[in-house]
Every structure is written in C-alpha cells, then in structure tokens.
C-alpha cells in the first residue's frame, strides 16, 4: 500500500480535515499526521498552502494538495484500492461529486451560520437552512441509492466521505445552536446513513469525541460574538 | 463522436456556462443550446436543477449535470477524445482542479463584487483583489507550464477551460468597475496566455462579444445599485 511518505496538516476538528482522515483510513494507507494551531500556524503549512495558508494539506512524496475535496479525489487517483471511492460511471460520479460540494454549500455554511449567529433571527435562519439542507439529503439518499446505507451503495463513496465529517457536530450545532435533529420518522434515510456511517471502523477510528467537539463549538461561538 | 443527445440549459455571457460551451467546442461534441431567461427561468431547467436553479446544465441523455466544474468534469469522462482535459498524472490533475476552483473562490467573486460595489472603498477593495488574483494567475502558469501559453501546456487542459471565461469579462470590469488590467511587463504569462486562449478556434467560436458583456456587466451594476 505504500507510495511514498505521506503527511497530514490538519486540525483535528476540522470537517475538512476530517475527509482526508476517512479517505486514507478508509484506503488503508499510513501517514504521519501533524496538528496545526490555527491561531499560529506552522511554517511548512505556509509554504504549503500559499494562496489559502488552511488545513487541510496533504504532503505526498514532498508535494503539497490543497482543498480537502481535492486532496479526496487525489487520494483515490494514488491509492485506487482496495477502497474506491469515484465511481467509475461518469454520471454516478457527477452524482457523487454533486452531493460532496452540498456539503459545503448548504450543510457546512448553514452550520457555521448557526454556530456564529449574533442575533436570534441570524439563528433561526441558519438552523432552518440547516434542517432544510439535511432534507435535502435525505431525499437524495432514497432517489441515489433506494434501500442502500451509503450514497455510494453498499459502502461509502466521495459523497459519502465528504459529508460523514459533518455527523460529529450535530451535538455541537444542538448544545451551541439550539438545533434539534429531526428523527428517523421524518429523516429515515439521513437517520440510516448516520447509523452506517458510524459503523465503519476507518470512520471511528478518526472521529473526534463529541462532546469535545461541541465544547470547541462553544469556543468558536464565543470568539465569533467577542465573548471571548 | 455521437454518445446519445446533449442539451446545455444557460446564459450567454455566464462564465460558469462557458465553460460549458468551451468544454464540448474542443471536445467537438454537438449539442442542443437552450438560453435561459435568469429572471422567468423555464421549467425544464427547475426540474433540471431543484438544488440550486442555476444555470448551467447539461442534459446528457435525459440525465441533468449540474455545477459548471462537474460539468466539465464529466465531460471529460464521457468525451475523453480528441482532447483530454484532466491530466492522468494525479498531482497534475490535483493542480488542474486547483486552479479551476481559485477561479470561483478569488477571480469570480473580485470580479462580480467589482461589478456590484455601491462605495468607493468596496470597488477599490474588489479591484485590488482582482489584480492580486491574477497575479497568481501569472505566477502559477509560470510554476506549472514555464515556457508554455497554457495552463495545460501545449493545449487547455481542465484549468484552462475553467478559467477561460474570465477573459471576455475584462472590458466589463473595466468599464463598470474601473479595472485596469496590468500590461504584459507586468503579467507576462498572464498575457500570453490570454492570447492562446484567444487563438483557439473552439474558444472563439463560443465566445460572445466584449462589448456586449460590457453592455451587460453595467445592466447587473444598475442591478445592484438600484438604478434600473
């Protein structure tokens, strides 16, 4: 499985970062990981990431991939096994694709409104669109794959591994945002995805505790409305 | 070169629909053309794109695509000859996509806040933004492709059609929003590469005129200002 040293800049919170997490663990591949302090970042992230100067970056064979959907789409180009994650079919890819930048869209934006929201009305808004993005989601896992766990089918695919990293901060969106995840009779399919996303060992494996999670969304909140 | 009946739903002097265009011109692809009226949009393009009702779409045998990027990319998995897009190499892929996107994070948005700016001091903040993107423009076709008119190299690969539609824009930014573009001593490959993208006879073909984007570009200016 080796192909050359590969090295992780990341925060460990970070949706982001996370899918590059998931999609190494899910492919098996090894590497060495280093946390960045977002508030002092570290030389090597600088230089390795110029233009946007963010986590998370990849560093293979002592080349920087930046933007955590491209770092996904280039980890399944280096290490096509054992775990594919594009689908080979152009439109079931552009499917796939489609649903991965949703995520940052509608779920990621949404979310980061309601943790950031100054205003009742700001987080009234940001939790509706939030609810209304996952509906979203949910209609889209019974239309893409009827009957099937994943957005990829019977195991996770691009869709999949973009959008898991968002699980981890329902709790923070809730304690921090007042959010209430609708339940499995109204999301049944969202409710199922979440269910077998956390089944697979490589997702457990990287996925942060979630009460540390909304702890550092009670962090972030306080920055954001000068509390802190 | 025929796999079944393509139809692009979108907008004459939309970037994001260029690239459409562009991609299937250079693939020599024949389609349908369908222009949407932004304001009263057709159904089909509703049903085409519940998400986000935007153009542009492709509808590739009865199948809608939609994002411009995916689009493309799709394209080029469909229509893989005569004139690949994405490199095969990963890293080179990764950087293609990579600049691809700066297109929609930093060209895109300089430009339409450009357009839009109701003070001063936002037009004057847009304009620097602008040149610092393309800046990096030149600076990065240097890095990737010394020596070379295109992103791709010898011909436009994924970046080169992502980025392609910023040119016609231009003489918009200029004449309703201020925008002086550096000359060539300045932004030597930046220059070069605005003349080989002209030169490329699929790229011409679907190009609209400067003039009219100009006329345009002062149409959503009163927009945003409220004037019209």
Known sequence: MSKGSAKVLSFWSSMFGLRVHYALDLKGVSYEYQEENLFNKSKELLEANPIYAKIPVLIHNGKPICESLIIVDYIDSVWPNPHKLLPEDPYKKAVARFWADFGDRKVYD????????????ERKKASEDLKWALMKLDEALDTIAPGKPFFGGDSMNFADVALAPFICWFKGYQKVGGFVLPGPEELPNLHKWVNAVKSVEAIRKSTPSLDKVAEFAEVIRKRAIGSA
């Open 110 to 121: 949404a979310g980061s409104r309601l943790i950031r929201a100054t205003t009742e009305e």
